[in-house]
């Protein structure tokens, strides 16, 4: 019998003929790791899944890898559904992929966790880039849905606790594909009209899917971006979302933000009544010290009794002028002793008191002591005074000293 | 803004001012009495918008123009 000649092109296509006709092979779950992966300009996925026995190429065409929830990786380990096939081209068979999940954690944790640190790396939770929330905001914005439960909660304790403000909704979709575009572009829109001067972006309680609108990039950035300072309000208290990472504030619930995002009116009150008491009290306290210093002053001397002040001061001139007498008697009593003194030295060296000694003065009739013999003629008249009185002599002779 | 609102703003800083000038106890008792009834006055002004507020509420809606539109939004509390 002779052996049939088949042609490159029909084995492949027995083989796959074969291979679709396998119902295991037609849908098949397997669980390996990633390797190997490669994503072409023309959106399909192309990898390797590997255990420690073996390999397995996998191809992911555009139109599935689009709903991926997560980035795959390698090293990923995941489990990937679809059916085994031939590509003829390579005559190989592989994995037409039409669905992923990471093995072990769900591929939301997976796409949570990517994100989360993506963003934290490019610093969009950086606690420096978050801003002040107003005191007082004058318009509050809320982005969520209007048909929710949220909405309502949070009006209702806006209302209660600062109905001051204005509240602007915003209404969006808040789960489904439309939601991140929805919630990005209010936030966008409300920024660009400056239509709040705070917001309050949110929704209420749900599965991890319903608040996966919230673990979005584009909210996360465009709540980055935002101007006007935002406060996030998904879930209830455990659902901790990309954007409350974001925002400049987390609430735990959106009722929860309402709180946060005002001054409850009962604080107010008790405020003010703080201000009117703290100002009276140092209004109180400044009028007292005033009054003190007032009474200080009335009861000074020269206030209080004018005429006896006087009287006194007058006392105190008298004093000093007697001061100053008895102090000008005593400067010349000191004078006078010191006069005496000197008149007694004087005195002691007077001329006359020379005389008494024994010596004597001579003089000519003009006064004029003698002091040499050329000062006189024989026969002229002197006085001669001695110590108790005066001589009056004729010069008989003129004897000059030899020297 | 909603003007009723930044006026409460407003008057609430005014008021932290003056009371801050008054503690530090640096201005003259005549300049302090004007203060406190300045203050005062501000004291009431501010209870009065809490007593009359009303929280508004409105609906924003994009028009056709592209600039925002304000609608009426009735909550089932108010």
């Known amino acids: 019998m002779e052996q049939q000649v088949l042609s490159i092109t029909q084995v492949n ?20 790791e990633i390797s190997n992966y490669k994503m072409y300009p023309s959106g399909h996925h192309y990898f390797t899944l590997k255990d420690e026995g073996g390999a397995l190429k996998c191809v992911m065409f555009k139109g599935s890898a689009v ?43 997976a796409a949570f966790e990517q994100l989360k640190a993506k963003l934290a790396g490019e610093g969009l939770f950086d606690p420096a880039h978050k801003k002040p929330l107003p005191k007082y905001p004058g318009v509050i914005g809320i982005i969520t849905s209007s048909a929710g ?24 979709r808040v789960q489904g594909v439309e939601a991140p575009p929805e919630i990005v572009g209010a936030i966008r829109y409300a920024n660009r009209y400056k239509l709040a001067d705070l917001l309050i972006v949110g929704r209420g309680g749900g599965s991890i899917e319903d608040l996966w609108a919230f673990n979005d990039e584009r909210v996360a950035r465009a709540i980055y971006d935002s101007e006007i300072p935002v406060i996030s309000a ?42 009117s008491a703290s100002m009276a009290t140092t209004l109180a306290r400044q009028i007292k010290s005033g009054r003190q210093h007032l009474k200080a002053i009335s009861e000074s001397p020269a206030l209080r009794s004018p005429t006896g002040y006087l009287e006194q001061r007058r006392q105190n001139i008298l004093l000093l002028k007697n001061r100053l007498v008895s102090a000008q008697m005593q400067g010349v009593e000191r004078k006078r002793r010191s006069y005496v003194a000197l008149t007694a030295k004087l005195d002691a060296m007077s001329p006359l008191k020379v005389l008494t000694r024994g010596y004597a003065m001579a003089q000519k009739k003009d006064g004029t002591v003698l002091r040499s013999v050329s000062q006189v003629d024989i026969a002229d008249e002197i006085a001669i005074t001695v110590g108790d009185g005066q001589v009056s002599a004729m010069v008989t002779n003129v004897k000059e000293k030899q020297l | ?64 123009d592209g600039n925002p539109t304000f609608e009426e939004f009735q909550d089932e509390n108010g």
């Open chain 1, 13 to 32: 296509e027995y083989i796959r003929t074969r291979l679709d006709a396998d119902p295991l092979l037609g849908s098949i779950a397997v669980r390996g």
């Open chain 1, 67 to 109: 709903r991926l929830r997560f980035r795959p990786e390698n090293g990923m380990k995941v489990i990937a559904w679809g059916k085994i096939s031939v590509f003829p081209r390579d005559g190989a068979y592989q994995l037409y992929c039409s669905a992923m999940s990471v093995d072990g954690v769900g591929d939301l944790h």
């Open chain 1, 149 to 172: 439960a949220a909405v309502h909660d949070m009006l209702r304790i806006l209302r209660k606790r600062y109905p001051l403000t204005k509240v602007r909704l915003f209404p969006v």
């Open chain 1, 234 to 275: 998904v879930g209830h208290e455990p659902d901790v979302t990309i954007s409350d990472y974001v925002a400049d504030l987390r609430a735990a619930t959106p009722s929860n933000a309402a709180e946060l995002a005002v001054v409850d009116q009962d604080a107010l009150r008790q405020i003010l009544d703080g201000y």
């Open chain 2, 1 to 64: 803004m909603n003007e009723k609102n930044a006026t409460f703003e407003e008057n609430m800083q005014r008021l932290e001012q003056i009371v801050r000038a008054m503690e530090r106890g640096d201005v003259a008792l005549d300049e302090s009495l004007k203060l406190f009834q300045e203050g005062t006055d501000l004291v009431h002004k501010c209870g009065k918008l809490l007593d009359e507020a009303q929280l508004q509420i409105e609906k924003v809606v994009k028009g056709t």
